[in-house]
């Protein structure tokens, strides 16, 4: 299987912050990489879709890069609603994968 | 819109079986495919496996082979992740969520399903 580390594993940061998140692949993954927001108790929810693309409904300030091993999830300017764990998945090969997760809290 | 709703929490002895359904709506059930992902206590998200809902694949998480099964029923436009031989690390939230074809991501999420395994 592929493994997916992300780093870090938590993070603290005040509104307004940018805040970037890093997930590596075990091998090459081309641009199969997504990322979910999960709050607590609650479903997770797609954010970026194929390394970059932003999904539908979800604010510009979350944006996304990367491809082959080593990608990125950045928060332009931290809003309190964006406080929550934050997963990487890969979709290259037939069994997908998550990374264990960044929570990003309140400092 | 699209939803999809799960069965309700459930608690099985070690060693039973338990049968998870996901009834999607607000789309063309056989155009999408349903992947099944859990998560323990505090712990990150699972991937288990997926079916693709148009031709029946299925394809399993290696750890889960053998324990596993995922269905779906197009006459009810319903899918089942059905798991045996329930151990007590089985306890999690078990989530079904909508995968689009080609790309692979789940862009839409049940709610989950608590199952509860203990003796």
């Known amino acids: 299987d592929i493994q997916m580390t992300q780093s870090p594993s938590s993070l603290s940061a005040s509104v307004g912050d940018r805040v970037t998140i890093t997930c590596r692949a075990s091998?090459?993954?081309?641009?199969?990489l997504n990322w979910y927001q999960q709050k607590p108790g609650i479903a997770p929810k797609l954010l970026i879709y194929?390394?970059?693309n932003l999904q539908s409904g979800v604010p510009s300030r979350f944006s996304g890069s990367g491809s082959g091993t080593d990608f990125t999830l950045t928060i332009s300017s931290l809003q309190p609603e964006d406080f929550a764990t934050y997963f990487c998945?890969?979709?290259?090969?037939?069994?997908?994968?998550f990374g264990q997760g960044t929570k990003v809290e309140i400092k | 819109q699209v939803q999809l709703v799960q069965s309700g929490a459930e608690v099985r002895k070690p060693g039973a079986s338990v049968k998870v359904s996901c009834k999607p709506s607000?789309?063309?059930?056989?155009?999408?495919?349903i992947s099944w992902v859990r998560q323990a206590p505090g712990q990150g998200l699972e991937w288990m496996g997926w079916?693709?809902?148009?031709?029946?694949?299925?394809n399993y998480a290696q750890k889960l082979r053998g324990r596993v099964t995922m269905s779906a029923d197009t006459s009810t436009s319903t899918a089942y992740m059905e798991l045996r031989s329930l151990r007590s690390d089985d306890t999690a939230v078990y989530y079904c969520?909508?995968?689009?074809?080609?790309?692979?991501?789940?862009?839409?999420w049940g709610r989950g399903t608590l199952v509860t395994v203990s003796s």
């Open positions: 194929a390394a970059s």
């Open positions: 969520a909508r995968v689009l074809g080609a790309t692979y991501y789940f862009d839409y």
């Open positions: 607000g789309y063309s059930f056989s155009s999408y495919g």
């Open positions: 091998q090459s993954i081309s641009r199969d």
């Open positions: 079916i693709s809902v148009y031709n029946g694949k299925t």
């Open positions: 998945q890969q979709s290259y090969s037939t069994l997908w994968t």
